[in-house]
């Protein structure tokens, strides 16, 4: 299946945890971003990769730090959780200057408690 | 800076109404616009784009540059078209999908 997939789908986890979250797209993509969806349903841009280059980073705590290892795969590390950090985690892919827009995964739903 | 807005938060309309969802956005460049569905608990899914000018699901939107709008409808709602809908911008420069806030859409019986 060609898709881009998170692992994983549910996180639970105490406050003041560290926790990853991982992305993988097998869509020849050569851009890779992060979402996160807030309890009211609203998306906002975290981070974006291109070819394992760092291109957007939007006003995210340090705690959040993003890693791509290569163009087809990119990870969300967080540190030390905090309650508000409880979201759902939207991986997407795009290429870069095309207009089809982006192909999103199934997201992670983290609950921090 | 870009800016897209959809003014309703929560939509409900009968089964077999007409739907229109509405998307305003701000952009100097030339705007590149989509909307996307996510149907409960699942991924965001494209559903159309302004440049295709294409019909998915009888869904369909026109770009109105003058009224610097994108709204999406439906002739005849079905009760699988409950979602939300969310329509987005893409800054092609920033390379960044700025998004709406969301219209949760619901078709009664």
């Known amino acids: 299946d060609t898709a881009v997939s998170q692992t994983p789908k549910y996180l639970v986890t105490q406050m003041g945890n560290d926790k990853s979250i991982k992305c993988e797209q097998n869509?020849?993509?050569?851009?890779m971003y992060w979402y996160k969806q807030d309890s009211k349903k609203f998306l906002k841009i975290m981070f974006s990769?291109?070819?394992?280059?760092?291109?957007i980073n939007e006003t995210v705590p340090n705690r959040f730090s993003p890693k791509s290892p290569d163009k087809a795969h990119l990870n969300l590390h967080i540190n030390s959780l905090e309650l508000g950090d409880s979201a759902v985690y939207f991986c997407?892919?795009?290429?870069?200057?095309?207009?089809?827009?982006?192909?999103f995964g199934s997201g992670t739903r983290l609950t921090v408690v | 800076a870009q800016r897209v807005t959809q003014p309703e938060k929560l939509l409900s309309v009968f089964k077999g109404a007409p739907v229109e969802l509405k998307c305003n956005y701000s952009?100097?460049?030339?705007?590149?616009l989509f909307w996307y569905v996510q149907y409960s608990r699942q991924r965001l899914q494209l559903l159309l784009r302004?440049?295709s000018r294409e019909s998915i699901k009888g869904f369909t939107a026109d770009l109105n540059k003058g009224e610097t709008s994108f709204h999406l409808k439906k002739p005849f709602a079905q009760e699988e078209d409950s979602a939300m809908y969310y329509c987005?911008?893409?800054?092609?420069?920033?390379?960044?999908?700025?998004f709406g806030q969301g219209t949760r859409l619901t078709i009664n019986p």
């Open positions: 997407a892919s795009s290429l870069r200057h095309s207009n089809y827009g982006y192909t």
């Open positions: 987005a911008l893409l800054n092609p420069g920033a390379q960044k999908l700025v």
């Open positions: 990769y291109n070819n394992k280059e760092l291109i």
């Open positions: 869509l020849g993509h050569d851009t």
């Open positions: 302004h440049i």
């Open positions: 952009y100097s460049g030339s705007p590149e």
